[in-house]
């Protein structure tokens, strides 16, 4: 079973990957801070405030979230995360995209070289739609399609 | 010249095409593909000092060094001479183990000497402009209402906005240091007239004067990055903006920025927008948000305690993120004092660091005897960033409390009320 979803895209590329899901606002600085000081090769989320995603390894997978809040280091989190290879692969907004995340990925693509497929805007049934663990397909359009074949979890 | 959606100026345009060279061309790209992803058309001249987050050299941000250089290298940088968030470390004033202060030293911030040179070179105000309260009169860095800014800081960000009536957006680090290089910002959010009107109506519905620490916080969870506006407060802070109140919403605004991501709020009959503009600013959909004690009280409960013996003495408390005004710091001593009375002791039995910018301590200092009584206290004043000590291991395992919900939200720090602090840092317990 796939569902397919439409959304904006900020930055371009196609990937298959694993959905990690926060269906609240995604606090990068707190979801991020503890792994990239401690120079751990995975980032396990440690925001306390997001039990869903609290304790989950983000690296390489598709996180799907509504905003990122928080910290206005969110965006340079974000592209540290990228330069030490454990940010995720791609993230799919439902909502636009905010400020700190563009300034984030925006930065990593010019400064860095580094690409973290990025969409927005797919609307909230795409959210209330995915599932941690549910294979996404991303093609370089902003086409979003959610495959509902368990993947291996944390 | 128009680029995608954009229109540029004729300088803006040259610059693009590489006329002052490769790394102004990257940070003017950087702003204008931020500008283009919010649906700016237009790039807006900022005449006031940036304000940036990014204060420590942490050898992991290898990123933020390599752009430095490179716009180091290509003589950059602000036109105005900025401030930045507060530095990590005052061993002086901030007791640290030897091991503490090898991992700070060489671990955490090993590359903190490095980047201060870095900002130096590109704009840095000076040795002592270390603060995320930049707009203290006794720093400085005061912009006035309606004027364009491009500031990071999710704190000093709100205040601008809400406080102020500046106009700035949430940029990111790094990105608010490209806009002061460049001398533009662009237009969208917080910068327009739109932009600055509210989605949410607080009604606040509460038996006394709230604490602004959970207030802040049940708004920020609540309305996110949206703007709220603000009802029912005014009963309890009044209309006039004292310093008692820019105070109040200073400590207020953080928390709806750290426990959501709001960037302006208005607060009915107080704050400068909703003074001039009143219900107008309100969007014609806006969703409704009660609180009140029980409300208060339901968010409070739903604080997680990170600490691993839930019951442990205090091993030290932060008061002061944001930085306390220097009136904050007199109503603190007066606070301490009147505790300590009760409580039949002279010192403060848990380890009470202040925190404020370098120049309100200096003026705190100044001030004849209040600076005797407070060390009489045991309390001492820094002014260092507490959620940076607290971002490592070793500090992180510590039972540390706090009166800051942004101090809460980004660390292992325990969150008490203004009145519970007080009672806890005299008597040692958190069992008061």
Known sequence: MSEEYKGRVIIAGRLEGEAVVSRKGFNTLASFQKSAMSKKKEAICGDQNNPEVFGKNLTGKVLCLPKTIGSTTGGMVLQTAAHLGIAPAALLFSEEIDSLAASGVILAEIWDDNRIITIDQLGSGFLEAVEDGDKIEIDDTGTVRIIKEKTQQN | MKYNEMILTAEESAILEGGQGETMRKALESIIKYGQTFGAKKLVPIDHPVHLVTSFGIPMLKPVFSMMDQLIESGLKTEHPFTVDPRPMDFGNVKCSLIEKLVFRKIMYGAQETYEGQLKKVGLAGDDAFTCTCYMDEVGNIPQKGQNLAWAESSAVVYANSVLGARTNRNSGILELLCGIAGRAPVFGFLTDEGRRASWVIEVRTSGRPEAQVLGSAIGMKVMEDVPYIKGLDAFLGTEMSQENRDYLKDMGAATASNGAVGLYHVENLTPEAKDLGVKLIKKDAATYVIDDAELRRIRDGYPVMWKNKSAAPARCFIGCP??????????????????????????????????????????????????????????LASICPLMYMNNPLCAKKAIITNSNKLRTYSTARYFTDAEIAKIAVKGSIDV
């Open chain 2, 323 to 380: 930085h306390l005004s220097k009136r904050q710091i007199h109503e603190w001593l007066g606070r301490i004092e009147a505790e300590l009375e009760r409580q039949g002791r002279t010192r403060v039995a848990v380890d009470t660091v202040m925190t404020a910018a370098p120049q309100v301590v200096e003026a705190f200092k100044r001030e004849n005897g209040a600076c005797e009584r407070l060390r009489a206290t045991g309390v001492h």
